[in-house]
């Protein structure tokens, strides 16, 4: 299958890397990043294949990034938001990187940024039109007047929007006439819900893509991070030991 590497515009942003390839049908048993409970909620087939080529075009890019798939998992927060998580049972805490994927037009994306940074990525056909009487549901102000003015730029404003939404992790839990995009500008910084954005956004081929940045964690946090951290900080406070902790007397 045809994987297509999107370079993001900017030479100054953290470290990622954007992939997409065509939606295919793929088996299951083979996609290891894919839940079979999730993928059992599908009622359609269109959106089962999405799925899965999303899965795994991420195992590609976590391979190509250097990360072994066999001992992470993708895992989702309370606003379903997906991050990265180690196998129980690996007992490692080594960062990993953030991720987003998406859908559209018969390709599956994949964003993935380096550790400490949360990613968020949205793609549609620049071509694809958005109806004027769901403007107000994206924009209000003078964001709103500027879209019934120039419809076109809807598509730049929407994918910018949901971005931001994913690199928060929020998603639809963040409005998006909250958000108020710089039309035009390839690349910004914003400030949203008290967190500093990078966005970017660039036109591939015959698609539009934005891509943000926030600094920040979104991984949820196991037990067996806390036991390795603790074990960490005992050792670095020299109060480790085998056994049992003595007391050596040069007495």
């Not at 299958?1 to 370079?7: A, F, K, R, S, W």
């Not at 209000?140 to 929007?161: M, N, Q, R, T």
Request: with cysteine; net charge negative; glycine share 6%.
């Amino acid at each position: 299958m045809t994987i297509e590497h999107l370079q993001p515009p900017g030479d100054d942003l953290p470290t990622c890397f954007v992939l997409r390839c065509p939606v295919q049908r793929h088996d299951p048993e083979k996609v290891a990043l894919a839940h079979a409970d999730e993928v059992s909620t599908f009622a359609v087939q269109k959106r089962c294949d999405e799925h899965l080529t999303g899965r795994w075009l991420l195992q590609e890019a976590l391979t190509q990034w250097g990360i072994d798939t066999t001992l992470v998992s993708v895992e989702r927060t309370e606003h379903r938001a997906p991050y990265l998580a180690y196998i129980a049972g690996v007992w490692k805490n080594t960062p990993l990187p953030s991720i987003s994927l998406c859908h559209s037009g018969g390709w599956a994306y994949v964003a993935i940024a380096e550790p400490g940074w949360c990613i968020g990525l949205d793609a549609e056909p620049s071509e694809r039109g958005i109806q004027q009487n769901a403007f107000s549901m994206m924009a209000k102000g003078a964001e709103l007047e500027f879209l019934l003015a120039h419809p076109s730029c809807a598509i730049e404003a929407w994918v910018s929007k949901e971005a931001i939404q994913k690199s928060l992790g929020l998603g639809m839990h963040l409005n998006p006439r909250k958000i108020e995009i710089p039309i035009g500008v390839e690349k910004s910084e914003l400030s949203i819900e008290k967190s500093n954005i990078q966005l970017v956004k660039w036109k591939y081929k015959e698609a539009s893509i934005a891509v943000a940045f926030t600094s920040g964690n979104r991984a949820v946090p196991t037990p067996e991070d806390a036991l390795l951290e603790a074990t960490r900080e005992a050792m670095a406070e020299g109060e480790w030991g085998v056994g049992c902790k003595t007391t050596r007397s040069n007495a």
